[in-house]
């Protein structure tokens, strides 16, 4: 639902603006699919708009769900065709996840991901990227699903650094307290790494959750496994990233997927901690080792073993770390296995 626009044809339609108050809390609150719920609106009312502006801006094409139930995963199809996955995450009883995606495809093309195997179609408007929350939301009351749906992250298909505009634009309209009434602290960005827009964020979204997609702390590996450090090499992320700490003081989260003898030597460990070192305070940084998702690539994960040596030499050099519970795996709902054929 684009916001602006609805309030724009509901003043053409010669309606006053308490008809729009009747409409916010039902839609993006309770999660209502259809105007035929909104019981104080006069038919002629309901039958203009859902004419002209149907609430989502995308249709559900195919949805599947993990054994656990813990995880979901719905494709969703745009207007112009083009198709997008979305997923609901539990992670506790007590919390509701979803993780959106900002572009269709995505043209980084980091290797041991599966979304950038497949290259870049377009970017995502700011409606579409809020109209995946309200699709979660309409399915949770659909679905008699109890709790609220509190957390966002930006981390499905796409590099939401790409696509500043329409995501700056997103991230206003899930925090609009009259709107989806999200909070900053509840929702979290993750780029790879394009430089120029990481203090830009800090100055606009102080209060968001950062994470860096870092993966490699040596350029030469770097360059291999995030592409896109060719154009913003190591140095340049340090110097983003200190900048981000001066200007938002929040805690950033360093992402590291392990990959079986490519990253996870002695030596990786090594350049790792070198670069966290450089970065700031230490109590500032925290990394979150991934355990690999298998996607149609020559990497192999870690054994979970192993990630817990490599943990260990982190957390030895004062650096705190997690390793990431993963949810999803058996319907490739996980981190990085959102793929589609256009
Ligand atoms: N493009 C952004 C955000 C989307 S990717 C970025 O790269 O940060 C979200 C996270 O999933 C990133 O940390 C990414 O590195 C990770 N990821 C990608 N492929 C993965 C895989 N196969 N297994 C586990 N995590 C993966
Ligand atoms: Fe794009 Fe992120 Fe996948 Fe890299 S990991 S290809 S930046 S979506």
């Not at 309030?7 to 916010?24: F, I, M």
């Not at 060719?230 to 938002?248: C, D, N, T």
Request: with cysteine.
């Amino acid at each position: 639902m684009n916001w602006q626009q609805i309030q724009t044809q509901l003043k053409e339609l010669g309606e006053r603006a308490y008809r729009a108050d009747q409409l916010r809390k039902p839609v993006f609150e309770e999660g209502i699919a259809s105007y035929e719920e909104i019981s104080t609106w006069p038919e002629s009312l309901k039958k203009a708009l859902s004419n002209q502006s149907p609430i989502l801006s995308l249709t559900l094409r195919e949805m599947t769900a993990s054994q656990d139930q813990r995880c979901r995963k719905a494709v969703l199809e745009c207007k112009d065709g083009k198709k997008i996955e979305t997923v609901l995450l539990r992670p506790s009883d007590a919390r509701w996840t979803t993780c959106i995606s900002s572009q269709v495809g995505c043209a980084v093309g980091c290797p041991f991901c599966a979304t950038g195997l497949m290259g870049i179609k377009r970017n995502l408007v700011a409606e579409e990227i809020t109209d995946q929350v309200l699709f979660w939301r309409q399915f949770m009351k659909k679905e008699k699903i109890a709790g609220r749906l509190s957390h966002v992250v930006y981390m499905g298909m796409g590099e939401p650094f790409s696509n500043y505009a329409e995501v700056s634009q997103s991230l206003k309209i899930l925090m609009d307290q009259s709107l989806f009434n999200l909070a900053a602290r509840h929702i979290s960005v993750s780029t790879s790494g394009i430089a120029p827009k990481i203090a830009l964020f800090a100055e606009d979204f102080p209060q968001v959750n950062f994470a860096l997609s870092l993966h490699a702390a040596s350029d030469e590996l770097r360059n291999r496994l995030v592409p896109v450090n060719k154009a913003y090499p190591l140095s340049k992320i340090r110097e983003a990233l200190k900048a981000y700490l001066q200007k938002s003081s929040r805690k950033i989260f360093l992402e590291y997927i392990l990959l079986k003898g490519t990253n996870d030597r002695p030596k990786d460990a090594k350049d790792l901690i070198g670069f966290v070192r450089s970065v700031g305070p230490l109590e500032l940084l925290h990394i979150n080792l991934i355990i690999f998702n298998q996607t149609d690539s020559p990497f192999e994960a870690t054994a979970e073993k192993d990630a817990r040596i490599f943990q260990k030499k982190i957390m030895d050099a004062k650096i705190h770390s997690t390793i990431r519970q993963n949810l999803g795996r058996d319907i490739e709902g996980a981190c990085g296995q959102l793929i589609l054929k256009q």
